[in-house]
């Protein structure tokens, strides 16, 4: 099993659109989670940090369910800015804070 | 705060070549990172540091080798290039439980 799995997509969805990420993460040590979000050939940038109680940024809303050991991303009213690679992003902590990152899931917003 | 810095931005190598990434970062972090992303492809972890005079390999180590000797400096050696290595290179940084910064990263081509 991936450490780190993701649904690739792509999502292609209409503007305005409601559209929810999920990933699942193998090691139950896992201490801190992230969201980010990367343009095609670009750099990875954060998106949020995602939060035990759930976290809201704007559009956008961060949930994590430990029990399950995964987390989701919901973003609302999908703009066309909004097209991007998300990265689910899990770091276990230990001495080197080990990062691990999905592969990433393709949202496409259309007009 | 110009975050982290990573130069060249482009390069063309030839097979057998050697090379030098270049990695900086001004947050005073103790961890930083060096990944590949090949097309389509996610992250990969070549090497990571957690402090100055400390280095060790990740997933992908053959072919690079790194240093830091201060702790804003990681560079990246590349010794007789090879068209495999062919990829987008990222350096990161972190402090304890927070997020990765990235750098630009550095598209590498060897023909």
């Known amino acids: 099993r991936k450490e780190v799995e993701q649904d690739p997509g792509p999502f292609n969805v209409p503007e305005g659109a409601t559209v929810a990420f999920n990933c699942t993460y193998s090691?139950?040590?896992?201490?801190?989670f992230f969201w980010y979000r990367q343009d095609c050939r670009k750099e990875p940038k954060l998106l949020m940090s995602v939060y035990s109680s759930g976290n809201e940024d704007g559009r956008f809303t961060a949930q994590l369910n430990r029990a399950s050991q995964y987390i989701s991303l919901l973003i609302r009213d999908s703009k066309l800015s909004d097209s991007a690679t998300y990265l689910c992003v899990v770091n276990i902590g230990g001495g080197y804070q080990k990062v691990t990152f999905g592969t990433g899931t393709k949202l496409q917003v259309i007009p | 705060n110009a975050g982290v810095t990573q130069t060249p931005k482009f390069r063309i190598l030839k097979i057998g070549q050697s090379m030098t990434l270049q990695c900086t970062q001004d947050m005073n972090h103790n961890y930083m990172y060096w990944y590949r992303q090949d097309p389509g492809m996610g992250l990969k972890l070549i090497y990571y540091?957690?402090?100055?005079?400390?280095?060790d390999k990740g997933e992908v180590p053959n072919g690079y080798n790194v240093s830091r000797s201060t702790t804003e400096d990681f560079p990246l050696r590349l010794e007789l290039a090879a068209p495999s290595q062919t990829s987008v290179y990222f350096c990161?940084?972190?402090?304890?439980?927070?997020?990765?910064?990235f750098g630009p990263g550095t598209r590498l081509t060897v023909l």
């Open positions: 990161a940084s972190t402090d304890r439980g927070r997020e990765q910064f």
């Open positions: 540091s957690v402090g100055a005079g400390i280095t």
């Open positions: 090691n139950s040590a896992s201490q801190s």
